[in-house]
C-alpha cells in the first residue's frame, strides 16, 4: 500500500479557519465542469459556508454547475424533520448557494436499498471531484464507524452509542437522536479527485494525531487518508497540538 502525505494547512483563529477553507474548496473546484461534490454537517464546516454564501454572486457559474450529492443522512425520518442532514444542508448552504443539481439520501426508504440506489448513481455518475469531511471524536467520517471496511461503498449502518451521544448536542436531548443511518462510504470517499478535512479544536488533537501519523486501521477511519493523494487538512492550533507535520 502506497502511503500519502497530506497537505495541512493551521488557521491561526475562526476567520482564518473559514477563509482558508473557502479558499482552499474554491481551487480545488477551478477548472472543474460540472464537479461532483458532497459537504458534511457539523459545526465545523458552519463558518466555511458562510463565506462561500456571503460571497456566493461572485461565483454564481460555479454553482450552476456544481453536482451536490449527500455524504450521509438519519434514516427514519419525515421529509420535513429539522434533524436530516439534507434540510441542515439545505438551510445553510445549498439553498443560499443556489446549487440546485442535488442527489439527497430518501430518509424514509428502506436504508439498505436507498444505499444501493446511490451506489449504483455513484458508478454512473462518479467519483466525486471533491469530498469535503469532518471527523467525528471516534475517528469517523460521515456515517463511517469504527470497524467500517475501506473497501465498502454507500450502505446502512447503526451508529455508535459514542456518535449518537456526540450528535444529541445538535438537539439537545439524546432521545432525539436516531440510531440508524445511510452514508457514502469510504471506498466512495476514497475515489475522490481532491479531499478536503476541516478538524477543529483540542478534543480532535487525538484522534487527528491517530488518523493522521497512526496506523492505517479500521479502527480509526478517518486513516484512509493516508491511503490516497490530493488530500488537504485545514486544522486549528488546538487540533494539530501533538501531530507531527512532516
Ligand atoms: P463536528 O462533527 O463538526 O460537529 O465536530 C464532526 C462529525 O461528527 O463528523
Request: proline share 7%.
Amino acid at each position: 500500500m502506497t502511503l500519502h502525505k497530506p497537505q495541512i494547512l493551521i488557521a491561526e483563529d475562526e476567520t482564518a479557519f473559514a477563509r482558508l477553507a473557502a479558499d482552499t474548496f474554491l481551487k480545488m473546484a477551478a477548472g472543474r465542469a460540472r464537479p461532483l461534490v458532497t459537504l458534511p454537517t457539523g459545526m465545523t464546516p458552519l463558518g466555511l459556508y458562510q463565506v462561500l454564501v456571503s460571497e456566493h454572486a461572485a461565483r454564481r457559474d460555479l454553482w450552476d454547475q456544481m453536482r451536490f450529492i449527500a455524504l450521509d443522512e438519519y434514516a427514519g425520518l419525515p421529509p420535513g424533520d429539522e434533524r436530516l442532514f439534507g434540510n441542515w444542508l439545505a438551510r445553510t448552504c445549498l439553498d443560499p448557494l443556489h446549487i440546485s443539481n442535488r442527489l439527497m439520501f430518501n430518509s424514509l426508504a428502506d436504508p439498505d436499498s436507498e444505499a444501493a440506489r446511490v451506489e449504483t448513481w455513484l458508478k454512473q455518475n462518479g467519483p466525486l471531484d471533491i469530498a469535503v469531511l469532518g471527523m467525528g471524536g471516534n475517528g469517523h467520517v460521515a456515517f463511517n464507524e469504527p470497524g467500517t471496511p475501506f473497501t465498502q461503498g454507500a450502505h446502512a449502518v447503526t451508529l455508535t452509542p459514542d456518535t449518537v451521544s456526540a450528535n444529541a448536542r445538535y438537539w439537545g436531548d439524546l432521545a432525539r437522536v436516531p440510531h440508524h443511518g445511510i452514508t457514502l462510504g469510504l471506498q466512495n470517499l476514497a475515489a475522490a479527485g481532491q479531499t478536503l478535512l476541516l478538524v477543529h479544536g483540542a478534543g480532535k488533537a487525538a484522534i487527528l494525531k491517530r488518523a493522521l501519523n497512526g496506523p492505517v486501521t479500521t479502527d480509526v477511519p478517518a486513516s484512509y487518508l493516508q491511503t490516497v493523494p490530493h488530500v488537504t487538512v485545514i486544522a486549528d492550533r488546538a487540533a494539530v497540538a501533538g501531530l507531527v507535520l512532516n
